[in-house]
């Protein structure tokens, strides 16, 4: 049986196709090397714990250290317990010493009378001072620790610097999603530490980069090099523009075409297009618990303005950028601060339309015409409809105010073309509107994927107090939109939103259908709700 592209936990290379686990950390053997102690931190899904279990491996078998992976992960529920969280830690370690090291190089039991504050300290020197050889610690999930066992650890930790490597381990990783700034403490005021202290001593913050077109490429390359299955050059570009290279994803559509689709020939962008919507369709923990992010009042502070087309707050705390960085959910580049990839961008707004859609009744009509095509015009009358009765109390009820007439519609066109086709959305910072795409499959394969689409450009606008009719903006801003589609038409939706808008039961009285031209004399389809 071939390899398969790995989705859940850390690659096996007898299993799984991988690339060289250490190729995106080229400096840690030197860190190693030089006795330091380091930080890696990166989001979930991107390696670490492939890439450190490899290292201990590497280490180990040069005959040069005592290298071993371990996790604090089974400490999380104890963050106000320091003594069961040093217990655990100890324990984890020394049960993956029997795992991964031969007798010799294994830690004594720990001291089970030592007092609290000192249970990890015993631990680790009298194992620093029995082995062989200089000890390497790896210490994964660091941040699954909390407040006061947090403090405890770090501080057990940084006690041992001074006396490494027979008093303490001559080289130490703490790994986890965040930089140690960002780890939370108990009390003082503020829930973050602010600087590295209690764990000031290490000399370097490393992360795990994204794979590149070329690493996509040679992991791919290694599916065909087995089974023969060869990947076309405008899949692989697109498996790249989806994921933008973060390797949970492009693992994870690979699974999709490998193992859910079954593709049987040559995979084609078709194909990658279909393996990216049943992966957000999948709602699969990786990106479920992103999306449950959004709750966290510091990740909406960030993310919010990029769903609406604003701006960051002025006063906006830098660490909050950087925590949703460190997560992985944006990145900050030269192209500005934006949403991590097109995937994450469509999981994000999708997830807050999903209490919407569960509230959304759809009568059982057929929204595909005779030939196949969708019928845009109808669907548009059937939100109409729906908006004069339902638009109101749908909006009040939004936790997310300032996004909540994009989230209704989207909502609604999500329950409509669910099943028969895809929406491509267009946001963020600057942008001052949303773009939707709604591509309708008139023939698929027998995959699913699209063979012939009916497409249709959407450009929503909101119209609040203070601003101008969008109308001659959102014409322009559609234009550019159409003209990079290659359409000629489009719709132009404007939410009034101003506090002179009809509201009770005037709001029956919304929906206003009129036709307009682009400066481009491109034909647009105006919509006033």
């Not at 006795?35 to 180990?60: C, D, I, N, Y």
């Not at 359409?487 to 101003?498: I, Q």
């Not at 506090?499 to 029956?508: I, K, L, N, R």
Request: with cysteine; proline share 6%.
């Amino acid at each position: 049986m071939p390899r398969f592209f790995n989705t859940a936990g850390p690659n096996r290379l007898e299993k799984n196709y991988t690339l060289p686990a250490l190729r995106r950390l080229p400096n840690i053997r030197a860190l190693v090397g030089g006795e330091q102690w380091f930080v890696l931190h990166a989001p979930r899904q991107s390696g670490k714990t492939t890439a450190m279990l490899a290292l201990a491996k590497e280490l180990t078998a040069s005959g040069q250290y005592t290298a071993l992976w371990a996790t604090c992960e089974a400490g999380e529920p104890y963050r106000h317990d320091p003594a069961a969280a040093e217990r655990i830690v100890c324990e984890d370690i020394f049960r993956n010493a029997a795992l991964y090291l031969p007798e010799e190089l294994r830690p004594p039991p720990r001291d089970r009378e030592a007092a609290q504050g000192t249970i990890l300290t015993g631990f680790l020197q009298a194992w620093c001072a029995k082995s062989p050889r200089p000890v390497v610690l790896l210490l994964d999930e660091i941040d699954a620790l909390q407040d006061e066992a947090l403090i405890g650890v770090l501080r057990q930790l940084r006690s041992m610097y001074p006396a490494r490597p027979t008093g303490g381990p001559a080289s130490l990783a703490l790994i986890g999603l965040r930089d140690v700034r960002d780890y939370k403490v108990a009390g003082g005021g503020s829930p973050h530490l602010g600087t590295a202290s209690p764990f000031n001593i290490s000399v370097e913050s490393l992360t795990l980069g994204c794979f590149d077109r070329a690493d996509i490429a040679e992991l791919y390359g290694q599916h065909t090099a087995e089974t023969g299955q060869q990947v076309s050059a405008d899949a692989l570009e697109a498996i790249f523009e989806y994921t933008q290279g973060q390797p949970w994803l492009v693992n994870a559509l690979g699974y999709k075409l490998q193992m859910t689709m079954k593709v049987d020939g040559p995979i084609e962008r078709s194909h990658v297009d279909r393996a990216k919507e049943l992966l957000v369709l999948s709602r699969a923990t990786h990106l479920d618990s992103l999306a449950d992010k959004l709750n966290e009042p510091r990740v909406r502070a960030v993310v919010e303005p990029m769903l609406t087309g604003g701006e960051l707050p002025i006063d906006l705390p830098q660490r909050d950028i950087e925590y949703c960085i460190d997560l992985g959910l944006i990145v900050a580049d030269r192209q500005g601060t934006h949403i991590a990839n097109p995937i994450y961008r469509e999981v994000l707004p999708r997830e807050l339309t999903v209490p919407c859609q569960t509230r959304i009744r759809l009568d059982d009509r057929r929204w595909a015409l005779d030939d196949g095509r969708l019928d845009w015009r109808g669907l548009l009358d059937a939100f109409v409809d729906f908006w004069r009765q339902h638009g109101d109390w749908m909006v009040r009820g939004q936790s997310w105010p300032e996004f909540a007439h994009q989230i209704v519609l989207m909502a609604f066109l999500q329950r409509v073309v669910n099943g028969g086709g895809v929406i491509d959305r267009e946001y963020g910072l600057g942008r001052k509107r949303l773009d939707l795409l709604v591509r309708w499959a008139v023939e698929t394969d027998k995959y699913g994927a699209t063979v012939r689409e009916d497409r249709h450009a959407l450009e929503v606008k909101v119209w609040r107090d203070g601003q101008k009719d969008p109308l001659t903006e959102g014409l322009r801003q559609l234009d550019g939109y159409l003209g990079r589609l290659g359409l000629e038409t489009g719709t132009l939706m404007v939410f009034d939103a101003r506090s002179t808008a009809p509201t009770g039961e005037a709001w029956e009285t919304r929906g206003e259908f009129s036709e307009a031209q682009t400066p481009a004399g491109r034909g647009v389809v105006v919509v006033r709700v």
